[in-house]
């Protein structure tokens, strides 16, 4: 049987890793229901939106939590079959079930309230120096304030939006980069796509502020313009941004 050249796996921790979290708020079922209306309205969207669904998405949850979260996500629509929420206990199987028919497997890592542009997967398939290359960067992007509304461009050197691409045979074996954090991946051998690639969400009170001050300079007042650069995130469907920033608001 012939191999096919690349298999994309989008990984996307839910609740069974988050930072700072020291008295693990994210196993409640409060915290689970918050982010589950970010991560459908937000994430979920993006990934149904790419022009290319040639991908899967691994969304993990803490294996103790599975109760929660599948109560959860009875609210919503059944996501696309390329979609998968799983227990992080079956993340090794699941990415070697899903590299193991390619040469490559190109491993994307998103948080589980960001997005990428409607056209990033399509990129990931044209990108054709897999043998050389250990890793694809998004520099440039933006961050959207759902609760006030605010767009604003943002760059960074080496910023947790990255694809690892590794050849299949040495995933299998169990080689793995050795990494320290996004700050890290700038170092290894990569490729900069310099398409703006990705959207961070403010979606807390808390973070608004921070928005502000680091954000003001690179503000997209126009109207037009930053409704248009939300559909290609988004899709048509924005009236649930002002609907969730409500929600967010309400909930801080």
Same mark, same amino acid.
């Given at each position: 049987? =012939?191999?096919?050249?690349?298999?994309?796996?989008?990984?996307?921790?839910? %609740?069974?890793?988050?930072?700072?979290? /020291?008295?693990?708020?994210?196993? /409640?079922?409060?915290?689970?229901?918050?982010?589950?209306?970010?991560?459908?309205?937000?994430?979920?969207k993006s990934l149904e939106n790419q022009t290319n669904q040639d991908f899967t998405a691994l969304v993990q @949850?803490?294996?103790?939590?599975?109760?929660?979260?599948?109560?959860?996500?009875?609210?919503?629509?059944?996501? $696309? =079959?390329?979609?998968?929420?799983? $227990?992080? #206990?079956?993340?090794?199987?699941?990415? *070697?079930?899903?590299?193991?028919?390619?040469?490559?497997?190109?491993?994307?890592?998103?948080? =589980? !309230? !960001?997005?990428?542009?409607?056209?990033? +997967?399509?990129?990931?398939?044209?990108?054709?120096? =897999?043998?050389?290359?250990?890793?694809?960067?998004?520099?440039?992007?933006?961050?959207?304030?759902?609760?006030?509304?605010?767009?604003?461009?943002?760059?960074?050197?080496?910023? $947790?939006? @990255?694809?690892?691409?590794?050849?299949?045979?040495?995933?299998?074996?169990?080689?793995?980069? *050795?990494?320290?954090?996004?700050? #890290?991946? +700038? *170092?290894? $051998?990569?490729? +900069?796509?310099? %398409?703006?690639? @990705?959207? +961070?969400?403010?979606?807390?009170?808390?973070?608004? /502020?921070?928005?502000?001050?680091? @954000?003001?300079?690179?503000?997209?007042?126009?109207? #037009?313009?930053?409704?248009?650069?939300? %559909?290609?995130?988004?899709?048509?469907?924005?009236?649930?941004?002002?609907?969730?920033?409500?929600?967010? %608001?309400?909930?801080?």
């Amino acid at each position: 049987m =012939s191999l096919r050249e690349k298999n994309i796996v989008v990984d996307i921790a839910f %609740n069974n890793w988050a930072l700072n979290d /020291t008295e693990n708020q994210r196993w /409640t079922k409060e915290w689970i229901e918050r982010r589950m209306e970010i991560f459908m309205s937000f994430t979920a969207k993006s990934l149904e939106n790419q022009t290319n669904q040639d991908f899967t998405a691994l969304v993990q @949850y803490d294996d103790h939590t599975e109760h929660l979260v599948k109560k959860a996500m009875r609210k919503y629509k059944r996501l $696309p =079959s390329n979609i998968k929420m799983i $227990p992080h #206990s079956e993340l090794k199987m699941q990415f *070697e079930n899903h590299v193991r028919d390619a040469k490559f497997g190109y491993f994307v890592r998103l948080d =589980s !309230d !960001d997005l990428y542009h409607e056209t990033f +997967i399509q990129q990931l398939h044209d990108f054709q120096d =897999s043998e050389n290359i250990n890793v694809v960067i998004n520099q440039k992007g933006y961050v959207y304030d759902a609760i006030q509304d605010r767009l604003a461009t943002v760059s960074f050197k080496s910023p $947790p939006f @990255y694809t690892l691409i590794y050849k299949t045979e040495d995933f299998l074996n169990g080689f793995r980069y *050795e990494m320290k954090g996004h700050r #890290s991946i +700038i *170092e290894m $051998p990569h490729h +900069i796509l310099n %398409n703006r690639n @990705y959207t +961070i969400i403010v979606h807390a009170q808390n973070t608004s /502020t921070t928005f502000k001050e680091k @954000y003001e300079k690179g503000m997209i007042q126009d109207t #037009s313009e930053k409704n248009r650069v939300l %559909n290609e995130f988004l899709g048509e469907g924005r009236d649930r941004l002002n609907v969730l920033g409500k929600f967010m %608001n309400k909930l801080s």
